[in-house]
């Protein structure tokens, strides 16, 4: 099966600064999310963007589907995108299935 | 848009009883459900995926006689863990997605169900 790997695995920031979070997939895919768990467990939408760029205020994300990554941006970092980032990929081969990268924790310390 | 709901957000019980987590879908059809699980500190892992008035399809090494899914409407799927043992303790979160309905693939997940069991 696809194969999704996410890194770096752990990220401490002073807060303002800025971070890239990769996500890298060993085939080609339908579509490609990435969520932000908050510590109460809650996964959050942050894009949906199987190639492109998106931006959503502080937040970017860039998928290169021809080379199996993706990228997002955190600018600014503050004390509130502590949490858990995790890149999930779909694929419709064989019935619809997303697989779930590791994560990238991240804590921003004030 | 797009929020799903679960209940209850957490549960504690006996070794041996059944618990059932209710998803449901409050702003729009959800034609295919998942049910995930999740341990401490690690990811997400997909338990079964259920699409409306059909059986579900459950992930290899998941017990489709332990974790019932039945996903009876359009905005209800549910997860019955029978004769629940400790390690079933987990958190377990839900996700839906208009997909058959030829609505994009995006997947909006639940708050999650926090199971104990002892």
Request: aromatic share 10%; proline share 4%.
């Amino acid at each position: 099966g696809i194969q999704v790997e996410q890194s770096p695995p752990d990220l401490i920031l002073q807060e303002g600064a800025n971070s890239t979070l990769r996500c890298n997939f060993s085939d080609s895919v339908n579509n490609l999310q990435w969520f932000h768990q908050n510590p109460w467990g809650q996964l959050i939408n942050l894009f949906y963007i199987p190639s492109g760029t998106k931006q959503n205020g502080r937040l970017s994300a860039t998928t290169v589907a021809t080379e199996r990554y993706s990228l997002l941006y955190i600018s600014s970092s503050q004390t509130t995108d502590s949490g858990v980032y995790f890149c999930a990929v779909g694929s419709h081969t064989g019935g619809f299935k997303t697989i779930f990268g590791a994560g990238t924790r991240l804590f921003v310390k004030a | 848009g797009a929020v799903v709901s679960q209940h209850p957000s957490w549960v504690i019980c006996k070794s041996g009883t059944s618990v059932k987590i209710e998803c449901r879908s409050l702003d729009f059809q959800a034609t295919t459900m998942f049910w995930y699980r999740q341990f401490p500190k690690q990811s997400l892992m997909l338990m079964a995926t259920s699409n409306e008035g059909s059986k579900a399809t459950y992930e290899q090494g998941v017990e489709k006689d332990k974790f019932l899914i039945n996903h009876a409407s359009l905005t209800l799927s549910t997860l019955t863990v029978t004769s629940a043992h400790p390690e079933d303790s987990s958190f377990y979160i839900c996700s839906a997605s208009e997909l058959l309905r030829g609505g994009p693939d995006t997947q909006y997940f639940g708050p999650g169900t926090r199971l104990t069991v002892l």
